[in-house]
């Protein structure tokens, strides 16, 4: 698989980068102001983050992360902005990295988390990729698989989380200057071919 990983990455390290991006100081509370010694505060969580906990703590961790919790297709989109300083080959490596996990990941008995793992360069000429590089799409059969595989700091207990995936946070943040997730169940799909299908056929069984 290294092979075909290297292959399809040729070229990844000529990335013109883009520059980091400016973020302007927030506005304070008058009513907050913090003292100069306060450390830097933490965004509160989304509200898909806190039900997502509602639900570990409902369930319990051996449940949450058990594979065959709330089965579907699941999708787990990933957003890389690599800071400046981050050479072609770091890049390339945090990306071969990545790709790996497919193969990586994997349950103690041995069973494969990932379905697939697909990636790819911001090529878009919109201008709201918020300097966001690379994209990841990571495809599980399940929610647990996928709360197995993201684990900290949704799952902390040791043996309930992918040890591979873990491992790999560690390695690539050293070179990462924003990182944005974003998971959705696959609640509907359509093509062209089923939008456009006579009345007469929709439905028909074998």
């Known amino acids: 698989m290294t092979d075909r990983i290297w ?3 040729a070229g990844f390290g000529f990335l013109a980068v883009a520059g980091a991006a400016t973020i302007a100081p927030a ?6 102001l913090p003292i100069a ?8 969580p989304n509200a898909a983050a806190i039900a997502a906990r509602q639900v570990l703590a409902q369930v319990g961790a051996a449940t949450f992360t058990a594979p065959d ?4 297709v699941v999708r787990h989109v990933v957003l890389f902005r690599f800071l400046k300083s981050a050479t072609p080959y770091q890049r390339a490596e945090v990306v071969r990295r990545f790709l790996e996990l497919a ?5 103690p008995d041995g069973r494969p988390l990932v379905v697939s793992i697909e990636t790819g360069v911001q090529n878009g000429g919109e201008g709201q990729d918020e300097g966001y590089e690379i994209a ?5 059969r399940s929610e647990g698989d996928r709360n197995y ?3 900290r700091p949704v799952v902390n207990q040791p043996g309930l989380f992918d040890p591979a995936h873990d491992a790999f946070k560690a390695f690539a943040a050293p070179y990462l200057a924003g990182v944005m997730t974003f998971d959705y169940r696959v609640a509907a799909e359509v093509s062209p071919a089923a939008a456009h299908a006579p009345a007469g056929k929709a439905g028909r069984r074998k």
Do not use: H
């Not at 193969?103 to 349950?107: F, K, L, V």
């Open 7 to 9: 292959t399809a990455m």
């Open 27 to 32: 506005l304070a509370d008058p009513y907050s």
């Open 37 to 44: 010694s306060s450390p830097a505060g933490t965004a509160p």
């Open 69 to 72: 919790f709330r089965p579907g």
């Open 103 to 107: 193969t990586d990941s994997r349950r």
């Open 136 to 140: 990841f799409l990571v495809t599980f």
């Open 149 to 151: 595989y993201v684990g």
